[in-house]
């Protein structure tokens, strides 16, 4: 089924998700990730691409109440599990807006480091980000009054 926006071995394509609407993209992420592995979510979103899909989607999430006045910049260093390097990602917070860039912030209120794949599930409440803390998996750094906020101000889907 092409809504589905699979390639030939059944994996979700990046470039054919664009066809479905967003209330869409996003169930058929949260179906898919519900049954998929750690590894499987990282190989599908920690590359390059994948990652800059799912950070312009998360950008896409932002509700300018739930930052309460907030205007700054915040870093996302994602992980793409195996050991490998973290990726900086810069989100740039406006008075109504917020934009995605990658590479660090200037000056980050705060900056979170975090796998793929946990990003991915506590964007659609598939995991709990104080459970992901408490394990180690998500690590904050910076002014924690921000920090306390990210989930509220990235975490509704539009």
């Known amino acids: 089924m ?4 699979s390639d030939q071995a059944g994996r979700p394509s990046l470039s054919r998700m664009r066809v479905v609407p ?3 993209r996003d169930r058929l992420l949260a179906v898919w990730a519900r ?3 750690d590894a499987a979510i990282e190989r599908r979103l920690g590359t390059p691409r994948g990652q800059a899909w ?3 989607r998360l950008a896409g999430r932002f509700d300018s109440e739930a930052a309460q006045g907030f205007v700054g ?3 996302i260093d994602l992980c793409a599990g195996g050991g490998s390097p973290s990726s900086p990602w810069t989100i740039a917070v406006g008075p109504l807006a917020a934009r995605v860039r990658r590479g660090p912030a200037v000056r980050p209120a705060a900056t ?3 796998g793929v794949a946990d990003l991915v599930r506590i964007a659609l409440r598939q ?3 104080d459970r992901l803390l408490l394990d180690g998996r998500l690590e904050l750094a910076g002014d924690w009054r921000i920090a306390s906020r ?5 975490g509704r889907a539009h």
Not at 2 to 5: E, F, K, S
Not at 150 to 154: K, S, Y
């Open 2 to 5: 092409h809504a589905l926006a």
């Open 22 to 24: 967003g209330h869409l």
């Open 35 to 37: 049954h998929a592995s």
């Open 54 to 56: 799912l950070m312009r």
């Open 73 to 75: 910049e915040l870093q």
């Open 112 to 114: 979170v480091t975090i």
């Open 127 to 129: 995991a709990d980000a």
């Open 150 to 154: 990210i989930g509220a101000m990235f």
